[in-house]
């Protein structure tokens, strides 16, 4: 799986406005200079970010001197999965295509159903975290599941 810069840091800011959500029972809004200080996040590219996750209806915002930004629905109702697609589109491609729109022939042939597999588990994983998972630090017991192989932790994940 890749994972862009931006799908990077628009999933920090979220965990952020989610921790922030929780930790307060009013929600008052977090400025984009506080989320970018927060991750250590560049903040020229953050305000555009969040202009994608606000389109989407991630995150709502106001101006102002009590402005910022803060979740539109709780926590617990927005899977990464949300996050990856209001930034980069749909989950898992090859060269840029749908898995189930590439021809494969041959002994190639079940490649196809590896690629639509792959997609579909980190499907269910992305959908199954939580913005509330993350903010926590307790993630569902299937996902902790497949980080205690030592394995997990040596194959890479490559962010663009």
């Given at each position: 799986m890749r994972l862009s810069a931006r799908v990077d840091y628009a999933l920090r800011a979220a965990a952020e406005l989610a921790s922030a959500a929780e930790a307060s029972t009013g929600g008052h809004p977090v400025t984009a200079v506080q989320l970018a200080?927060?991750?250590?996040?560049?903040?020229?590219?953050?305000?555009?970010?969040?202009g994608q996750?606000?389109?989407?209806?991630?995150?709502?915002?106001?101006?102002?001197?009590?402005?910022?930004?803060?979740?539109?629905?709780?926590?617990?109702e927005i899977s990464l999965a949300d996050i990856?697609?209001?930034?980069?589109?749909?989950?898992?491609?090859?060269?840029?295509?749908?898995?189930?729109d590439v021809g494969y022939a041959g002994a190639a042939r079940s490649l196809q159903e590896v690629w639509i597999a792959l997609r579909a588990s980190e499907?269910?994983?992305?959908?199954?975290?939580?913005?509330?998972?993350?903010?926590?630090?307790?993630?569902?017991?299937?996902?902790?599941?497949?980080t205690e192989d030592p394995k997990a932790w040596t194959k890479p994940v490559f962010f663009a």
């Amino acid at each position: 799986m890749r994972l862009s810069a931006r799908v990077d840091y628009a999933l920090r800011a979220a965990a952020e406005l989610a921790s922030a959500a929780e930790a307060s029972t009013g929600g008052h809004p977090v400025t984009a200079v506080q989320l970018a200080e927060a991750q250590q996040i560049p903040p020229k590219f953050l305000e555009n970010i969040l202009g994608q996750l606000r389109r989407s209806g991630i995150i709502r915002s106001q101006r102002g001197p009590d402005g910022g930004y803060w979740l539109a629905r709780s926590a617990d109702e927005i899977s990464l999965a949300d996050i990856i697609r209001a930034i980069d589109g749909p989950l898992l491609g090859v060269r840029g295509e749908r898995p189930e729109d590439v021809g494969y022939a041959g002994a190639a042939r079940s490649l196809q159903e590896v690629w639509i597999a792959l997609r579909a588990s980190e499907r269910a994983i992305l959908e199954l975290v939580t913005l509330s998972h993350i903010a926590r630090g307790e993630l569902p017991e299937s996902v902790q599941q497949l980080t205690e192989d030592p394995k997990a932790w040596t194959k890479p994940v490559f962010f663009a």
